[in-house]
């Protein structure tokens, strides 16, 4: 984090203003939702290796996520190396195991069905990269001493938002999965105990034959998220 003697309010003119006129900005705002109506989540990849240049391009771009008193409490574990790939997916698909056999409800089991997940997760070895988000409920000072992060949930969640647009801009295809629990994130890949695994993102080019769920092109109208006052 910063040394204490580094946090004190300083005003500062605002940086990088941007003057667009109406016509700009919808224009703007309009290529960009056409360009994200194009993103999908993938469960199909090709071994095709991704340059970590980019992915640390991605990461970098997540952390300028707005947070709780600019705590920034977040981590992102990303992971190329095939063997601690492969734990990741034994651990992972365990879990999934118990969530299919009985750990989760009914009505849990049914919520998934249109998606047509399973506990198979291939796409943990075959992606070329897994990042892991872990949420950190505190930090360190640099001379040692704890302070308490604010709005974890909220603040890892934009973040890991803009990892995932990052990641669509640069051309790459993404799956998240949160397998339940996720314990064995944080002892696999030697995190803190201060650190919780929050969601593993899999990264990189779709297969010839990829596909999604047919439910997933279903999203609700504007009128459905929108309340205009």
Not at 21 to 27: G, Q, S
Not at 118 to 131: C, F, S
Not at 155 to 160: E, F, R
Request: aromatic share 8%; with cysteine.
């Amino acid at each position: 984090m910063f040394s204490k003697d580094q946090l004190e309010y300083t005003q500062l003119p605002l940086p990088d203003r941007q003057t667009l006129d109406d016509a700009e900005m919808l224009r703007r705002a309009e290529d960009y939702r056409d360009f994200m109506s194009k993103r999908h989540t993938v469960r199909d990849y090709t071994t095709q290796p991704v340059d970590q240049s980019v992915i640390k391009a991605c990461v970098a771009a997540a952390g300028t996520a707005p947070s709780g008193a600019n705590h920034q409490p977040w981590h992102f574990v990303a992971i190329s190396d095939p063997a601690v790939k492969k734990q990741i997916r034994q651990a992972a698909e365990e879990e999934e195991r118990r969530f299919y056999a009985g750990g989760a409800s009914d009505e849990w089991i049914k919520a998934l069905e249109p998606i047509g997940t399973n506990a198979d997760k291939p796409h943990l070895e075959d992606a070329p990269w897994l990042i892991v988000v872990f949420a950190q409920r505190y930090g360190m000072f640099d001379d040692g001493t704890r302070y308490k992060n604010y709005y974890v949930p909220e603040s890892v969640g934009i973040a890991t938002g803009m990892l995932l647009t990052a990641l669509h801009m640069a051309g790459l295809a993404t799956l998240t999965h949160t397998p339940n629990p996720m314990k064995f994130l944080g002892e696999l890949l030697g995190r803190p105990d201060s650190e919780k695994a929050t969601m593993i993102i899999t990264i990189g080019h779709p297969s010839a034959d990829a596909t999604i769920p047919a439910v997933a092109k279903m999203k609700k109208q504007l009128s459905d998220i929108m309340t205009l006052l």
